[in-house]
């Protein structure tokens, strides 16, 4: 039995081959086996005793040397050509029976590795005792590594990561500045990190290895393929961009952490049992282009490194089985149009998205007003701005949002505010499933729960969570989170220094405003606490608040002045600037609004007044979170609340005194 093999160019794609290889050997045991294969992968076939002969071929030969090749293997009469090339020589070579890749593929067969061993017609072949044993690693080869790894002092590590930071092709190469930080997080962990790769990749490990803060192997471009086997069985996991080392270490079945951007995981991931794919669910991945048409490749500038480590763990802990499941959802929608408090208060939901769903593109839908509160997230993948009240005020321009929407591709959309607009936009977007509450066109949703915040009987981040025990999302948390944007920081830096602001200065944060009158304590006595608590614990005092809330303001900043030092940043700051400020502040007192949460999701602890005496506005409702935080409320035994229109002079709001309000602060200064 003669059999003649050819494979594929590039010693990834070889690779990919090599189980095909395996199974001729085995099914003809006793056969006479040529391979005819490219320059580059020819070391995988060369050193293999089990080969018979071994005829380098370059495609890019002259035509007189491939003729002369062809009569040449003419003449050795094989009874079986296998040709994964799709190549001249498989197509007209004299043979009994012959493979090829012109076979059309069921549907079903996904990966390169099956595919190969279909058009080998050997894909129904029992496997179960096959040798996976093509490449071969030599006793020298092992010896080296061993050598390399004891003079290292990393031969007994009991934690050995390697990270094969290149690729061939640039747009499949995870940026190296990540690499950086994944290999430092590493460092810390107690890992023990060799950098590998051919001798392309050198620059990149140079620079990883001048930019990491500790100490780690470079051997890229030192190690020839069957060393690099030896090290990748020493491994305990190997982390990698799509590049034939994932292929390698695939073949080997060794762990594989594998980075993914515009390749197609399904056709090219890593085969090994124990491996997790990275990547990105953007709406136009898989692209399989070798440029990306958006110049911006976010496939895989967005995969962040949090979620690599996770993967990481997850292999040394042995959990990939459990935590590599399709994902149900890939690309998701959370919709929350009003205001900034409310949005907060929908950061937790961002978070349990993430963790269940850690590798889908997540989008979060706001209105422009309260965009600062979640760009930044860093569980986020992507901040869409709908302006009902202007650029998108009227029904067309809707639709025409809309129609983006559909673009995006999201398969699920979690609407936390119902509202007429929002579940017409989603239907007419397309998503396939849309999670709401059933109010307001409600029959639109596809998964919705009954609406019944107006009974106040949790807190508002609570009912948030509540809407995604619906997907099965359980054991959620309700911590906020605001971002600090490095530009915002430094604003507040200059700010302080302007205004002669030590760091070790107390600061008292005062925001006097809110949405409604009814919501509103009387600002002389917020001028009343400003002043008493400035006095008797040398604070300096910033008052926040927005624009239309600057009389206010004004008025406490002039009751203020000479008395003590007050800086009046009403109407002056951005939302993200106001939490810099928020975060170096000791202790915020406020109105039921907004600022309240930002102080919370920073730490900064907080004394919320509360006015209006209904369930679905009560502090249990919309109080603050932090563990230190204080809310104030009265029921003076109103029947029913008229809102902005009390007839009784906002008596609740003025049940509250001053000396509650600096009893509660004085509680909170002597435990901080």
């Known amino acids: 039995m003669k059999i003649l093999f050819i494979t594929l160019s590039n010693i990834g794609d070889s690779i990919l081959t090599l189980p095909v290889l395996d199974i001729l050997r085995q099914k003809y045991p006793g056969a006479s086996i040529t391979c005819l294969v490219p320059p580059r992968p020819k070391e995988i076939f060369c050193v293999n005793p089990k080969i018979d002969k071994v005829i380098i071929f370059d495609k890019q030969t002259k035509l007189r040397e491939k003729i002369k090749l062809f009569f040449s293997l003419a003449q050795e009469r094989f009874d ?41 017609q050997l894909l129904d072949y029992p496997t179960k005792d096959t040798l996976f044993s093509s490449l071969v690693i030599s006793p020298q080869d092992r010896g080296a590594v061993e050598q390399i790894l004891c003079a290292h002092k990393i031969d007994q590590s009991e ?26 997080q590493l460092l810390k962990e107690g890992a023990d990190i060799i950098l590998a790769g051919d001798e392309s990749d050198k620059p990149v490990g ?85 440029q990306c048409r958006f110049k911006n490749a976010i496939c895989l500038t967005q995969v962040k490194v949090s979620a690599v480590l996770q993967a990481i763990n997850s292999l040394l802990e042995n959990r990939a089985a459990k935590d590599n499941p399709t994902s149900l959802y890939r690309r998701i929608l ?36 309260t965009k600062d509160i979640v760009e930044g997230n860093p ?102 989170f605001m971002p600090l944007r490095p530009e915002s920081e430094k604003w507040a830096d200059n700010l302080w220094s302007r205004e002669n602001i030590k760091l070790t200065d107390r600061i008292l944060a005062l925001n006097p405003g809110a949405s409604c009158p009814s919501k509103i304590w009387p600002a002389e006595r917020f001028s009343q606490v400003a002043q008493s ?31 003590y030092q007050i800086i009046n940043l009403a109407g002056k700051t951005t ?31 907080v004394i919320s007044i509360f006015g209006r005496n209904q369930p679905g506005l009560s502090p249990q409702r919309w109080g603050p979170l932090g563990k230190k935080d204080k809310y104030l409320h009265k029921n003076i035994g109103c029947v029913q609340c008229l809102a902005h229109n009390c007839q009784k002079d906002f008596a ?17 200064l002597s435990s901080i």
């Open 575 to 605: 939302l993200s600037q106001m939490a810099s400020v928020l975060k170096r502040c000791t202790m915020l007192i406020s109105n039921d609004s907004g600022p309240v949460h930002m102080a919370s999701s920073l730490g900064v602890p």
């Open 379 to 480: 569980y986020l993948d992507e901040v869409l701005v709908y302006d009902k009240d202007f650029r998108h005020k009227n029904w067309g321009a809707t639709y025409k949002f809309a129609q983006i929407l559909r673009k995006k591709k999201f398969d699920l959309a979690v609407i936390l505010h119902p509202t007429n607009r929002v579940h017409l936009l989603t239907f007419l977007a397309g998503i396939p499933v849309r999670l709401g509450y059933n109010r307001k066109l409600g029959f639109l949703l596809k998964i919705k729960k009954e609406h019944h915040k107006q009974e106040g009987l949790m807190h508002e981040a609570e009912y948030n969570l509540e809407l995604l025990k619906l997907l099965g999302v359980s054991g959620l948390s309700r911590d906020l």
């Open 159 to 184: 934690k050995l990561i390697i990270v094969a930071p290149g690729a061939r092709s640039p747009i499949k190469r995870w940026d190296k500045k990540n690499y950086c930080q994944l290999c430092n």
């Open 206 to 290: 140079d620079y990883l290895q001048q930019n990491i803060n500790g100490k780690i192997l470079n051997l890229c471009g030192q190690t020839s393929l069957a060393q690099l086997a030896a090290l990748l069985n020493r491994a305990q996991v190997l982390i990698t961009n799509d590049s034939a080392i994932m292929h390698l270490a695939s073949y080997l079945d060794r762990p594989v952490v594998a980075l993914f951007g515009p390749t197609d995981e399904a056709k090219y991931g890593p085969w090994s049992k124990n491996s997790l794919v990275i990547k990105k669910e953007v709406f136009c991945r898989p692209c399989n282009k070798a």
């Open 80 to 120: 079986l050509v296998v040709d994964l090339r799709n190549s001249f020589f498989g197509a007209f070579l004299p043979a009994k029976k012959r493979s090829s890749p012109l076979r059309i593929i069921p549907s079903k067969i996904k990966h390169m590795r099956e595919r190969h061993l279909f058009w080998a």
């Open 334 to 369: 959370i919709v929350r149009t009003d205001r900034m408090g409310d949005l907060l208060l929908s950061t937790p939901v961002v978070c349990a998205l993430r963790k269940e769903y850690p590798q889908a593109f997540i989008s979060m839908m706001v209105s422009p007003n």
């Open 652 to 668: 609740c709001l003025k049940a509250i005194s001053v000396s509650d309000v600096l009893q509660a602060a004085e509680e909170i």
């Open 533 to 563: 608590l400035a006095q008797s614990h040398n604070l300096k005092v910033i008052l926040l608040a927005g624009s239309k809330d600057l009389a206010l303001a004004n008025k406490i900043a002039a009751e203020g002045r000479n008395k």
